[in-house]
């Protein structure tokens, strides 16, 4: 399917990419940046289409990062939409060759070993204590932490079908 597509014409050519679904919708977005920018909107409302990732993070050591809808793709209206300003950009044909024609896909496997797993952890833990306390003290609404683990992948991992495969028991 074109998620798919999408999902691998990005990774393959390594650029930032995206892919979300909200709350009680069962539309799927996903977009992605053809160049690597270090573009940061002051505010959202007037910033380009795109995606924010802000850290919570108290010592600051983590940065935030946006990624531009250079190529943004809607699951209800199931097409590509490319920003104008990239028309015939070599990138922007990367991708296209990628998205339209067939290649082979494999993800690297990872492995964590028990130590680094269990620091993990109890930072996690740490970091929705806090976040509970920011949201009792009124400074946030809702706060949505997330952490990074590496795990081994199976050679015929899917990342798409589990995405949809959340999705359903979300």
């Given at each position: 399917d074109k998620l798919t597509?999408?999902?691998k014409a990005a990774i393959k050519s390594n650029i930032s990419l995206a892919i979300w679904k909200?709350?009680?919708q069962n539309e799927v977005n996903a977009i992605c940046q053809l160049e690597y920018s270090t573009f940061y909107p002051d505010?959202?409302?007037?910033a380009p289409q795109g995606y924010y990732f802000v850290p919570f993070d108290n010592n600051g050591s983590s940065k935030s990062e946006f990624i531009k809808a250079d190529i943004s793709?809607?699951?209800i209206e199931n097409e590509l939409r490319i920003n104008p300003v990239f028309n015939g950009h070599e990138s922007l044909d990367k991708f296209k060759?990628?998205?339209d024609g067939t290649f082979d896909f494999i993800l690297s496997d990872y492995l964590l070993d028990d130590n680094v797993a269990h620091k993990h952890k109890e930072n996690y833990k740490k970091l929705v204590s806090e976040a509970i306390e920011a949201i009792d003290s009124g400074d946030y609404q809702k706060i949505v932490p997330a952490r990074t683990i590496q795990i081994n992948l199976p050679d015929e991992f899917d990342p798409i079908a589990e995405f949809?495969?959340?999705r359903a028991a979300y």
């Open positions: 597509s999408f999902f909200n709350p009680r505010e959202l409302e007037t793709f809607n699951s060759k990628l998205f949809f495969k959340l």
